[in-house]
């Protein structure tokens, strides 16, 4: 063998060893690069294998997890090497997670987020990197975001608006007002008046940019090409939506497919309605068809159901089933689905955030669907059990901006809380840089033109004589001080 045979020989040897060994890697991830979403319950084992001991008595579920690389147990499934944000490590059932897409450049997604707030945007690219074919709107609710708070926490006690469990958190998610010597007043029981804090914590929409709260901001308009029976049943899996009624183990969900075409409801919005109020057993008076002078009568959704006491609670609700015509299960889950289209949808409330927080018009605010201060994100949660494990999915978030907001998210009431930093906002500097100039006033006439989206702060400097929109007259405003026809102050 001559000696450039040798060299070639050897190189080629090399290129085969470093093949082989890429494609023995090619399932492990290097620590740190991946990052996984755990989408239901599972715990974290020692090794791989159900067999083997978990290394917490507490499972995890909803949360993004690093992935350190892989493993195959016994009966060669393949098992993911993780680590949790408490540097918790250990191996759960890949079946059990979503990997995080190779983030990539993407000039019109990176376009769409300049209408968000920068304290949004990478939250919102997080969520973009495992769901790329989801769809973020910036929709500009052109109010103060303090305004917002105040309006739902009221001027008095009994004009506040959000209620919490007596059994939620800790006093410091209550309103003070509510304490009466010592007693916390019960506007229904069970239940007291929120906190200013947790109301603006709850209504801040950053503390909702996860994947495991995202749904509150879904569209919940009906699309036939991608809400589909099989995601259906993901979402009234566990229920007894899943069981039908009569012969037909379908019933319920062949009724909340009709129901949606009917009212143009999503009917994944339907079911988790359904599922909230009647709870997953179903077994309530409202639904069985058979409550004392109200047989064969039905009220999924609870509409007028209203009363001091349970009796007066579910004669309210099935008088208000038998005025309808709601005299079968199908007929009452149709009806319900439109009625809730016809006074939700049809008023702009088309997310659960905006059905318990009316801010699309605050002239109405108290146009939303109930007091409880969370129950939104615990319907969402159903919308989550169907769509998290479909990445093909193409869904619509429509997701509120303020004026005005804190420069970061709200945080959780504590015992002791630190004051909430005040914004600083110069009117007609719109660029936050200290002086008024062309630069500002080309912003201000490229949001008029439609070329560029002010929200914010930015809309609040804009907005010169503060009326809630950012037009001609603004725009003067800022020429004839540049001019120095007329100061700003």
Request: net charge negative; with cysteine; glycine share 8%.
């Amino acid at each position: 063998m001559t000696y450039k045979m040798k060299i070639c020989s050897i190189f080629l040897v090399l290129i085969i060893i470093f093949c082989s060994f890429n494609m023995l890697c090619i399932n492990t991830v290097a620590d740190g690069e991946q990052k996984g979403y755990v989408t239901s319950a599972v715990y974290i084992r020692v090794e791989p294998g159900t067999e083997n001991d978990p290394v917490s008595d507490k499972a995890i579920n909803g949360c993004i997890v690093d992935v350190l690389g892989s493993k195959e147990d016994k009966d060669k499934d393949l098992w993911y090497k993780i680590r949790t944000v408490d540097g918790i490590e250990g191996y759960i059932f890949s079946g059990k997670v979503q990997l995080q897409t190779t983030p990539e450049y993407n000039e019109n997604f990176e376009q769409n987020l300049l209408n968000f707030p920068e304290s949004y945007r990478n939250l919102l690219r997080d969520i973009h990197n495992f769901y790329p074919n989801w769809q973020f709107v910036a929709h500009n609710v052109n109010i103060a975001f303090d305004t917002v708070v105040d309006a739902e926490y009221g001027t008095s006690v009994t004009g506040n608006r959000k209620y919490v469990e007596l059994t939620y958190k800790g006093e410091h998610w209550r309103d003070p007002r509510a304490n009466q010597n010592g007693v916390w007043l019960q506007p229904e029981p069970r239940w007291t008046y929120a906190s200013r804090q947790a109301i603006a914590y709850y209504m801040d929409p950053r503390n909702s940019l996860s994947l495991d709260k995202i749904f509150v901001f879904m569209q919940q308009s009906y699309d036939p090409q991608t809400q589909t029976k099989d995601t259906l049943r993901s979402v009234v899996a566990n229920t007894f939506l899943e069981n039908g009624y009569g012969d037909n183990k379908d019933a319920y969900i062949d009724d909340i497919m009709q129901a949606a075409t009917e009212s143009g409801v999503s009917p994944y919005v339907i079911a988790s309605t359904i599922i909230v109020e009647q709870g997953t057993s179903g077994g309530n008076s409202q639904i069985s068809g058979t409550y004392s002078g109200y047989e064969g009568y039905y009220n999924f959704f609870n509409y007028g159901a209203s009363g001091a006491t349970t009796q007066q609670i579910i004669v309210s609700g099935l008088e208000h089933a038998k005025a309808e015509g709601w005299n079968s299960r199908r007929n009452a889950i149709i009806g319900g689905a439109k009625e809730y289209a016809d006074g939700y949808i049809s008023e702009g409330q088309d997310t659960y955030y905006y059905k318990d927080f009316n801010v699309v018009n605050i002239n109405k605010i108290w146009h939303q669907y109930e007091n409880s201060l969370y129950g939104a994100w615990t319907k969402a949660s159903y919308l989550k059990k169907g769509c998290i494990t479909n990445r093909d999915a193409t869904l619509i978030f429509k997701i509120p901006v303020y004026n005005g907001m804190p420069p970061s998210a709200v945080s959780e009431p504590t015992l002791n809380p630190t004051p909430t930093p005040s914004v600083s906002i110069k009117k007609g500097d719109i660029n936050s840089d200290g002086k008024i100039n062309v630069v500002d006033l080309a912003s201000v006439k490229l949001h008029i033109l439609g070329r560029k989206t002010l929200s914010g702060n930015a809309f609040s400097c804009a907005d010169i004589n503060g009326d809630g929109a950012v037009n001609v007259i603004d725009m003067a405003s800022v020429k004839l001080h540049i001019l120095g026809k007329k100061t700003i102050s």
